[in-house]
């Protein structure tokens, strides 16, 4: 007997993947196979599943600013920095340090009040693990032309897979119940998951402005803990 066919959407996923890279997902030999075809109502569904995560290190960025009348005296005092900056971090950084190339721009109008200047900057960024956390965002403070720009946690890397897991198999079950409530309540039997599109990242930038500076100590348990998300786009055939 026909059946006509019909489509519900909760969200569209960006890219629809085949069913058949599922088996690619767990498994080592990926299996192709042939786009399913629904012959009754399409559901698609996106789920969203987080967990907050261990820190055993944090990612700081940190800006470095150098004024001079002129932009070869800009250049000049803004490397004498970064020459610091570099020698006082060393003893914090958990690997090298990132620094971009500097560059260099004028302002004020030139008037008595607000002289023309030259202003040179660049950002240095690097890693610190939780024991150096506190020293690192004091030395910040103290360093000339240096501010604080943000500070990261970064999630341990023991754990990874099982945390992956964990999210893959909550995300699913999720999925499932909607796809079995809507079902339900089209007076529908049978679910058939047809297709799945996983996108996944890690979350949580922890700025500091320049006027907590004067906090006595910061601790790295306070800083908010990282997450890792996981987000399923599934698409059912329901009849």
Same mark, same amino acid.
């Given at each position: 007997?026909?059946?006509?066919?019909?489509?519900?959407?909760?969200?569209?996923?960006?890219?629809?993947?085949?069913?058949?890279?599922?088996?690619?997902?767990?498994s080592a030999s990926p299996a192709?196979?042939?786009?399913?075809?629904?012959?009754?109502?399409?559901?698609?569904?996106?789920?969203?599943?987080?967990?907050?995560?261990?820190?055993?290190?944090?990612?700081?960025?940190?800006?470095?600013?150098?004024? #001079?009348?002129?932009? *070869?005296? /800009?250049?000049? %005092?803004?490397?004498?920095? !970064?020459? @610091?900056?570099? =020698?006082?971090? +060393?003893?914090?950084?958990?690997?090298?340090?990132?620094?971009?190339?500097?560059?260099?721009?004028?302002?004020?109008?030139?008037?008595?009040?607000?002289?023309?200047?030259?202003?040179?900057?660049?950002?240095?960024?690097?890693?610190?693990?939780?024991?150096?956390?506190?020293?690192?965002?004091?030395?910040?403070?103290?360093?000339?032309?240096?501010?604080?720009?943000g500070m990261t946690s970064l999630?341990?890397?023991?754990?990874?897979?099982?945390?992956?897991?964990?999210?893959?198999?909550?995300?699913?079950?999720?999925?499932?119940?909607? #796809?079995?409530?809507? *079902?339900? /309540?089209?007076? %529908?039997?049978?679910?058939? !998951?047809? @297709?799945?599109? =996983?996108?996944? +990242?890690?979350?949580?930038?922890?700025?500091?402005?320049?006027?907590?500076?004067?906090?006595?100590?910061?601790?790295?348990?306070?800083?908010?803990?990282?997450?890792?998300?996981?987000?399923?786009?599934?698409?059912?055939?329901?009849?």
């Amino acid at each position: 007997m026909w059946r006509s066919f019909r489509k519900i959407a909760f969200t569209m996923p960006a890219l629809i993947t085949p069913l058949g890279f599922q088996v690619a997902f767990w498994s080592a030999s990926p299996a192709l196979a042939s786009v399913r075809v629904c012959n009754g109502t399409l559901l698609e569904i996106q789920v969203l599943e987080s967990v907050t995560t261990s820190s055993d290190r944090f990612r700081f960025s940190l800006g470095l600013l150098a004024e #001079a009348p002129s932009k *070869a005296a /800009a250049m000049a %005092l803004l490397n004498q920095r !970064l020459d @610091r900056a570099r =020698q006082e971090l +060393g003893p914090f950084v958990l690997d090298a340090l990132s620094i971009p190339a500097p560059r260099s721009y004028s302002y004020g109008s030139g008037s008595s009040s607000s002289p023309k200047l030259e202003r040179a900057t660049t950002r240095i960024g690097g890693e610190v693990s939780r024991d150096n956390y506190d020293a690192l965002i004091q030395l910040a403070g103290r360093l000339p032309g240096v501010r604080l720009q943000g500070m990261t946690s970064l999630a341990s890397s023991s754990g990874g897979a099982a945390l992956d897991d964990q999210l893959l198999k909550r995300a699913l079950n999720k999925g499932r119940r909607r #796809a079995n409530d809507t *079902a339900s /309540a089209l007076g %529908l039997g049978r679910v058939d !998951l047809l @297709r799945i599109n =996983q996108r996944s +990242g890690v979350v949580r930038p922890v700025a500091y402005a320049e006027a907590r500076m004067s906090k006595p100590a910061f601790r790295s348990d306070e800083a908010p803990k990282p997450q890792r998300s996981l987000t399923l786009g599934l698409d059912y055939c329901l009849r």
